[in-house]
């Protein structure tokens, strides 16, 4: 009987994981619906990314945005160097900010101090107030939570199979020690299987409403807002151009020790 106190670790993995998938969905419902509908609004570009893709992708929008307009360089090395130093919004405002009064600084840098501006502090209430994003921590606990649920479908079936190849003999058939490990097992598929249609796709930053509200915009090629869309959307990977990826994928070399 030594697979007992595996199949007993497998049901309170699983029954942990799902339990806490379930709460995270009710909790996140009840916030979204909560909350005032904003879905007869128009989002902007800066809302479209913070419902994409949280404060870093408004950030990286920006820079993009500014960018392509030529009013900030972004250099394939990395570097950010400011070309018009008056913002035209507080966005652009911080970052232009966040380069410093040289005008020219590590791109990295750059990103994080717009990502925590009051700017976008901002752009989160008005999207929370109107019901269309979900406040930090209720979106992110369910992805977190059925990320959870999956490690849990991995550890019962390590579990179940370190029970089937244990060399110790046991009263009990191989076949019937498989089915009760099986039972954990599709517990905790079946959670997934439920969140997958009730819960999908797991938005850590948008409601619901804000979700069909992204799922309405424009993206892919055309005039230069639908470019930017697609850049808030999709994030960095929908940039184009090759000066620009440069930039966003560079890293700085790590001082040797």
């Known amino acids: 009987m030594f697979w007992v106190p595996l199949l007993l670790l497998a049901w309170a993995v699983a029954g942990v994981t799902c339990l806490r998938l379930c709460l995270a969905a009710v909790r996140g ?11 007869d609004r128009a989002l902007t570009l800066y809302e479209a990314a913070f419902l994409s893709g949280g404060p ?5 929008v920006t820079l993009v945005a500014m960018a392509r307009q030529r009013r900030l360089l972004l250099a394939h090395t990395g570097w950010a160097t400011v070309v018009d130093p008056d913002g035209r ?11 410093g009064p040289e005008g020219q600084s590590p791109l990295a840098p750059v990103r994080a101090a717009a990502a925590t501006a009051d700017a976008v502090r901002g752009i989160a209430e008005r999207l929370v107030g109107a019901g269309l994003a979900v406040p930090d921590g209720a979106g992110r606990s369910v992805a977190d939570a059925v990320r959870q649920v999956r490690f ?7 579990l179940g199979t370190a029970a089937l190849l244990m060399p110790v003999p046991s009263a009990m058939p191989r076949p019937l020690v498989a089915l009760w490990f099986a039972l954990p097992l599709i517990s905790a598929l079946s959670c997934l299987a439920i969140a997958r249609f009730e819960v999908h796709p797991y938005a850590r930053w948008a409601s619901p409403a804000g979700q069909r509200l992204l799922d309405a915009l424009p993206r892919g090629a055309g005039d230069d807002r639908t470019y930017l869309t697609s850049v808030a959307i999709r994030g960095i990977r929908a940039v184009s151009e090759p000066e620009l990826r440069a930039a966003f994928a560079h890293r700085e070399p790590r001082p040797e020790r």
């Open 29 to 39: 419902t009840a916030v979204a619906t909560g909350s005032g509908s904003g879905e």
């Open 56 to 60: 870093g992708r408004v950030a990286d």
């Open 89 to 99: 919004d507080d966005m652009e405002r911080s970052v232009i900010g966040a380069v």
């Open 152 to 158: 849990a479908v991995a550890a019962v079936a390590g």
